[in-house]
């Protein structure tokens, strides 16, 4: 387990410390954005197979950009 103590530091407080906390906070904050980023992504491949379903469905021709 992490500590902020450190015997090294004429304060005792770890540096390290800081960086660690900063960093675990920022993977969550980048977690969260991406889980919603990739809910986002998935909703648009759904629309896009929908959509191209119904050219499909009408003959409607379609560029593919993949």
């Known amino acids: 387990m992490l500590s902020n103590y450190c015997a090294f530091s004429k304060n005792h407080k770890c ?7 900063f ?3 920022e993977l969550q904050e980048l977690d969260e954005l991406c889980h919603g980023n990739w809910i986002e ?9 929908e959509l191209q379903e119904l050219l ?3 003959n409607i021709s379609y560029p593919y950009f993949f």
């Open 23 to 25: 960093t675990k906070e």
């Open 56 to 58: 499909k469905e009408n």
């Open 41 to 49: 992504i998935q909703r648009l491949y759904e629309y896009i197979d």
């Open 15 to 21: 540096v390290k410390w800081d960086d660690y906390e």
